[in-house]
Antibody, heavy 122, light 110 residues
Framework: QVQLVQSGAEVKKPGASVKVSCKASGYTFTSYDINWVRQATGQGLEWMGWMNPNSGNTGYAQKFQGRVTITRNTSISTAYMELSSLRSEDTAVYYC???????????????WGQGTLVTVSS | QSVLTQPPSASGTPGQRVTISCSGSSSNIGSNTVNWYQQLPGTAPKLLIYRNNQRPSGVPDRFSGSKSGTSASLAISGLQSEDEADYYCAAWDDSLNGRVFGGGTKLTVL
């Protein structure tokens, strides 16, 4: 069965960076894009960016351009999201999600990781 | 301020039919397909509707989606207590070159 398993909670100081991992299993990792979405406590979903694990191509939300980097290691079917210059407003749960599509077209985020809480505090 | 606009809350009694709206523009809903996600408290979102009105296997047919122009709607019929959750619409935005979400609608089953 398809699973996305994320790394554990992190506590960081303002100005630091955080790198969250997302290990995929149950399907061919390079076949579908991985996206990252975050959610501050009590707030809505916010899309951060995507990556094609096969080519390594990426795209980022304008809000995070220059601060976020999404990478992968295909040998271990793992995607990473690194966010730099952290500030208190970056405190949120960060999710990875698989973007599925088939011969008929696009679906959406059909599998999600369990979420990783990143707390930014001095 | 979300690119896609949803009402912050909705409510209904068991058995009722409830609709949640999602308003966008020509660069997102008007030119791309819409997804709907259900998020139960403390859990990751779940794909409820894809390609405007298609349900993944396992999603009850009580849930239906529609799209007209630059707006979309999610309808839930035969409301049940377990439907109490947050619901989000999403679409690709050609102008922003990124995916956008609605602000979310908290559904309360009275």
């Amino acid at each position: 069965q398809v699973q996305l398993v994320q790394s554990g909670a992190e506590v960081k100081k303002p100005g630091a960076s955080v790198k969250v991992s997302c290990k995929a299993s149950g399907y061919t990792f390079t076949s579908y894009d991985i996206n990252w979405v975050r959610q501050a406590t009590g707030q809505g979903l916010e899309w951060m960016g995507w990556m094609n694990p096969n080519s390594g191509n990426t795209g980022y939300a304008q809000k995070f351009q220059g601060r976020v980097t999404i990478t992968r290691n295909t040998s271990i079917s793992t995607a990473y999201m690194e966010l730099s210059s952290l500030r208190s407003e970056d405190t949120a749960v960060y999710y990875c999600a698989r973007y599925y599509y088939d011969s008929s077209g696009h679906w959406g985020f059909d599998y999600w990781g369990q979420g990783t809480l990143v707390t930014v505090s001095s | 301020q979300s690119v896609l606009t949803q009402p912050p809350s909705a409510s209904g009694t068991p058995g009722q039919r409830v609709t949640i709206s999602c308003s966008g523009s020509s660069s997102n809903i008007g030119s791309n397909t819409v997804n709907w996600y259900q998020q139960l408290p403390g859990t990751a979102p779940k794909l409820l509707i894809y390609r405007n009105n298609q349900r993944p296997s396992g999603v009850p047919d009580r849930f239906s989606g529609s799209k007209s122009g630059t707006s979309a709607s999610l309808a839930i019929s035969g409301l049940q207590s377990e439907d109490e959750a947050d619901y989000y619409c999403a679409a690709w935005d050609d102008s922003l070159n990124g995916r956008v979400f609605g602000g979310g609608t908290k559904l309360t089953v009275l």
